[in-house]
Every structure is written in C-alpha cells, then in structure tokens.
C-alpha cells in the first residue's frame, strides 16, 4: 500500500513563494508518473502539473513560467516549486502517484492534500 504524504503548504502573499513536497513511501512496484493536483472551493480537482519518470513534464496553462515540477526518483518524492503565486492557487493541493504493476492495471495512491493560501 503506498502513502503520499504531501507538506509545505501554508499562507502567503501575493507574489511570494512556497514549496510542496510529496513522499511515497511503501510501493512494492514501480513508481510510474507523479503530479500536482489541486482543488478550489466549489471548483472541481485540477491538474497542475506531472511529471514521469523519466523528467518529462507537464503544466495546466494558468501556472506555466511560475511553477516547477521536479522529483527524486531515489527518495519516491516529488516537488512542486510555487513563484509569484496568486491568489487563484489557493485550494487544496493533493499529490497523485500512478503505480505500475507487471501484468496487471496501474494503480492511483492519492495523498491527503495540503492547504495554500495566498492572499491579495
């Protein structure tokens, strides 16, 4: 059974800076694509960004150029550097980490979010 364990999260300004950190810990598999999402109040979860294995990245439009996936590969922990945030970041940020199995359907291991705040 894995565990994402998602922290850093907290308030801030307009225009400042914070950094989530996800670790997965307990797989017995391969640890496929990790991502970023999020939830606002009354909106629906969203997409902020992923990441495979292999480095290859990808951003919902509204944070490219301010928000920087990343991961370790060795710890099963994933990053998300958060810039110039705005005060649309704020929601619920959840990590996702696909499982891959030999033979068998991948599995999802959702973490238990972390809150942003950013304030105007």
């Known amino acids: 059974q894995v565990q994402p364990v998602e922290s850093g999260g907290g308030l801030v300004q307009a225009g400042g800076s914070l950094r989530l950190s996800c670790a997965a810990s307990?797989?017995?598999?391969?640890?496929?694509?990790m991502g970023w999402y999020r939830q606002a109040p009354g909106k629906q979860r969203e997409l902020v960004a992923d990441?495979?294995?292999?480095?290859?990245?990808n951003y919902v439009d509204s944070v490219k150029g301010r928000f920087t996936i990343s991961r370790d590969n060795a710890k099963n922990t994933l990053y998300l550097q958060m810039d110039s945030l705005k005060p649309e970041d704020t929601g619920v940020y959840y990590c996702k980490v696909v499982v891959v199995r030999p033979a068998r359907p991948s599995l999802n291991y959702w973490g238990q979010g972390t809150q942003v705040t950013v304030s105007s």
């Open positions: 307990g797989s017995r598999f391969s640890i496929n694509t």
């Open positions: 990441i495979t294995t292999g480095g290859r990245t």
